[in-house]
């Protein structure tokens, strides 16, 4: 029996994509565009890009297969590429790509006993998981979705994120627009809710109608309290669940939130590992819980999921600025786990990036559609090289 092919090279590209009106919408009072090409959202005090940017990652076998990854590269992505090149590919040449989690356990474990546990290092580490299982399911002729355990479905239905526009009849008519289109289910976004959150719940309400399932991202804008307070305001609208509204380090606020309020509450998308999320669970302080592709890798996320299952909770994967390949990632995940029932979908971002890969995924009919092939189903198109952005170097 000839050898199984092992990991020859590991390549990072940051990918900076032009955008007419920048993510979550266009421009609030007090915003600009600084010179690195950057915004901060008044609403929550971060710090977003321009363009949509992130790094892609291209894991080369010993026989010449190759296997796409994606992380989030939106701010600072030198330093998730500096990770990957200085640090992560040259220990994975020459590993089996058929040992993904294995691999991801190890990476993990090259900077632990220093504190890294999140950020910039294990969203380098998602991105180069992501990659191994494109890597794995292309080199056994397999669908990635089909080695994590098995397939449950072949579309996973999913819900419009954010409801842009400049005013707020503009933002109804944004939410009624994707209503005509069939979808049923929508989250807007506080950090841009210039004319108060309430305010926005019952416009939409009012637009949309009695049926329409209506999320409001908090953006992590409030102390615990506050948040209940809020909750209450917000229930004559039957809100469908609110989301991240306390300081991402506060477990025991999220916790008193998640028992006060009378309505789901959703988190997560900000942390990383099975670490981050146990105490959460542990507290009940959740019924949903959003793990991001980008910043966890395939690996991590099923651990994830199986764990918020044994702890009754959903899963509903959060969706960002990407080209694509983690959101693939992300369709594999969904399609294999019990307790996965919908996913996000950034209608701005999603629909006009697909021009610059090559996949059978798609939104239709208020659905995402699995990409299909062996792996992941995607990879960048050639179009998408116009975009690289040179790395700093000293
Ligand atoms: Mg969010």
Not at 130 to 139: C, E, H, P, R, S
Not at 329 to 354: G, K, T, V, W
């Amino acid at each position: 029996m000839s050898a199984f092919p092992t990991i020859r090279s590991v390549e990072s590209f940051i990918i900076s994509i032009p955008r007419e009106v920048p993510y979550l919408g266009p421009l609030g009072p007090g915003e600009r565009i600084n010179e690195r090409g950057y915004l901060v959202r008044q609403g929550n005090r971060a710090i977003y890009p321009s363009t949509d940017m992130s790094v892609l990652i291209k894991v080369t076998a010993e026989d010449g297969t190759v296997g796409w990854g994606e992380t989030y590269g939106i701010i600072a992505p030198d330093a998730v590429t500096s990770i990957i090149d200085d640090v992560l590919g040259p220990v994975v040449t020459g590993r089996d790509p058929r040992d993904p989690v294995v691999i991801q356990e190890d990476l993990y474990d090259l900077m632990r006993v220093r504190g890294f546990f999140g950020g910039f290092y294990v969203d380098a580490i998602a991105g180069l998981d992501i990659a191994l299982w494109d890597l794995f399911g292309k080199l056994v002729g397999q669908p990635v979705v089909k080695l994590l355990g098995g397939q449950r479905r072949e579309r996973i239905p999913c819900y419009v994120s954010g409801v842009p526009g400049a005013t707020m009849e503009g933002r109804v008519e944004t939410a009624r627009r994707f209503a005509a289109q069939g979808f049923d289910a929508f989250k807007f976004h506080s950090a841009v809710s210039f004319d108060g959150i309430v305010e926005e719940m019952r416009a939409l309400r009012e637009g949309l109608g009695p049926q329409a399932r209506i999320a409001v991202d908090l953006h992590w804008k409030f102390s615990a309290q506050e948040a209940i307070q809020l909750a209450d305001r917000l229930m004559p609208f039957n809100p469908w669940f609110i989301e991240a509204p306390c300081q991402p380090e506060d477990i025991e606020g999220q916790a008193h939130v998640g028992a006060s309020i009378r309505v789901p509450l959703a988190l997560g998308e900000e942390w990383r590992t099975v670490y981050e999320y146990r105490p959460r669970m542990e507290r009940r302080s959740m019924s949903i819980v959003q793990p991001e592709m980008g910043h966890i890798g395939l690996s991590q996320f099923m651990q994830i999921g199986r764990m918020a299952n044994a702890f009754h909770m959903q899963v509903i994967p959060h969706a960002s600025i990407g080209l694509g390949v983690f959101q693939a990632a992300s369709l594999h995940a969904a399609a294999a786990l019990p307790n996965c029932a919908m996913h996000e979908y950034q209608h701005s971002i999603f629909d006009r990036n697909l021009k610059y890969v090559k996949t059978t995924m798609r939104c239709e009919a208020a659905h995402f559609v699995l990409p299909e092939g062996p792996g992941l189903g995607i990879e960048p198109a050639r179009d998408v090289f116009q975009f690289v952005r040179r790395k700093v170097r000293a």
